[in-house]
T-cell receptor
Framework: NAGVTQTPKFQVLKTGQSMTLQCAQD?????MSWYRQDPGMGLRLIHY???????DQGEVPNGYNVSRSTTEDFPLRLLSAAPSQTSVYFC????????????FGQGTRLTVV | AQSVAQPEDQVNVAEGNPLTVKCTYS??????LFWYVQYPNRGLQFLLK??????LVKGSYGFEAEFNKSQTSFHLKKPSALVSDSALYFC?????????????FGKGTMLLVSP
């Protein structure tokens, strides 16, 4: 049982490039989220999804797009990378119900130069 | 809006001593509260949660947390710290009011346990 899998683990981009961070879960969870982690700021929610075909913005959505065509996958797209998007990105999933804990991937460390 | 505060950036404790990592929260309804731990270069791992019922919640690795509704707190505790407990700890909350509520995290507290 793999849980939540994120790829790649590390990525360096040039300013203006685009890329997609992949996230897949095999627990049949309805809820999936993307967070970014920056020193001293904790985890901030970028986008989330409550099911296939349904997405919504979190606290810091600018510069990012998401889609959810299947229950398993929730990719995060950076449209035109900026140095301010240098961060560690985490994908998480959880089952239906607000009392269920979230499961996290191992993270993607992104550097934009 | 829901929020979480972790007032200490870092907590230092000697091995064998009890530890406390503080967390306070704000929600409009009733809270669902969670603690997570992050080891270096790893994702977050779930430790324990409070949903309802007993105010003292027991979790993984000997950790427990005490829910106090009047003080809106959910402090993480362990009777005897280990060096291997050194990590970054996050408190998180969901509001069980109407509609879907996302998970909101505190800024994290670095726990350093010295030998």
């Amino acid at each position: 049982n793999a849980g939540v899998t994120q790829t790649p683990k590390f990525q360096v981009l040039k300013t203006g490039q685009s890329m997609t961070l992949q996230c897949a879960q095999d627990m049949n969870h309805e809820y999936m989220s993307w967070y970014r982690q920056d020193p001293g700021m904790g985890l901030r929610l970028i986008h989330y999804s409550v099911g296939a075909g349904i997405t919504d913005q979190g606290e810091v959505p600018n510069g990012y797009n998401v889609s959810r065509s299947t229950t398993e996958d929730f990719p995060l797209r950076l449209l035109s990378a900026a140095p301010s998007q240098t961060s560690v990105y985490f994908c998480a999933s959880s089952g239906r119900g607000l009392n269920t804990e979230a499961f996290f991937g191992q993270g993607t460390r992104l550097t934009v130069v | 809006a829901q929020s979480v505060a972790q007032p200490e950036d870092q907590v230092n404790v000697a091995e064998g001593n009890p530890l406390t990592v503080k967390c306070t929260y704000s929600v409009s309804g009733n809270p669902y509260l969670f603690w997570y731990v992050q080891y270096p270069n790893r994702g977050l791992q779930f430790l324990l949660k409070y949903i309802t019922g007993d105010n003292l919640v027991k979790g993984s690795y000997g950790f427990e947390a005490e829910f106090n509704k009047s003080q809106t707190s959910f402090h993480l505790k362990k009777p005897s710290a280990l060096v291997s407990d050194s990590a970054l700890y996050f408190c998180a909350v969901r509001d069980n009011g109407s509609g879907y509520s996302t998970l909101t995290f505190g800024k994290g507290t670095m726990l350093l346990v010295s030998p």
